[in-house]
Nanobody, 121 residues
Framework: QVQVAESGGGLVQAGGSLRLSCAASGSGFSINAMGWYRQAPGKQRELVATITITRANSTNYADSVKGRFTISRDNAKNMVYLQKNSLKPEDTAVYYC?????????????WGQGTQVTVSS
C-alpha cells in the first residue's frame, strides 16, 4: 500500500504565497509521476500541476496557474512541492496530491486526503 499525505495549507491574503508539500510512503513501488489537483466548492476536481519522477523532470500546469505556481520534487524523499505565489481568491480550494506508481507491471493511482487553502480578498 502507498500512503500519500499533504501539508502546508492554510489561510493567506490575496497576493501572498504558500507552499504545499506531499509525501509518498510505503514499499514495493516506484513513482511514475506526482501532481496536485484542487476542488473548489460546487466544482469538479481539476488538475493544477504534475511532474514526472524521471530524469526528464517534465512538468505540466493548468493555464490558470502558469507563471504563479511551481511544482518541484525531491526524489530521495519521495516528496513533491507546490510553491504558490500571487495567490488569488479563486485559488481557494481543497488541494489534493496524487501519486502515480508502478508495482510490477501495473500502474496505480493514490490520493491524499487533501489540504484546505483559503485566499482572502
Amino acid at each position: 500500500q502507498v500512503q500519500v499525505a499533504e501539508s502546508g495549507g492554510g489561510l493567506v491574503q490575496a497576493g501572498g504565497s504558500l507552499r504545499l508539500s506531499c509525501a509518498a510512503s510505503g514499499s514495493g513501488f516506484s513513482i511514475n509521476a506526482m501532481g496536485w489537483y484542487r476542488q473548489a466548492p460546487g466544482k469538479q476536481r481539476e488538475l493544477v500541476a504534475t511532474i514526472t519522477i524521471t530524469r526528464a523532470n517534465s512538468t505540466n500546469y493548468a493555464d490558470s496557474v502558469k507563471g504563479r505556481f511551481t511544482i518541484s520534487r525531491d526524489n530521495a524523499k519521495n516528496m513533491v512541492y507546490l510553491q504558490k505565489n500571487s495567490l488569488k481568491p479563486e485559488d481557494t480550494a481543497v488541494y489534493y496530491c496524487n501519486c502515480n506508481v508502478r508495482k510490477g507491471w501495473t500502474n496505480y493511482s493514490y490520493w491524499g486526503q487533501g489540504t484546505q487553502v483559503t485566499v482572502s480578498s
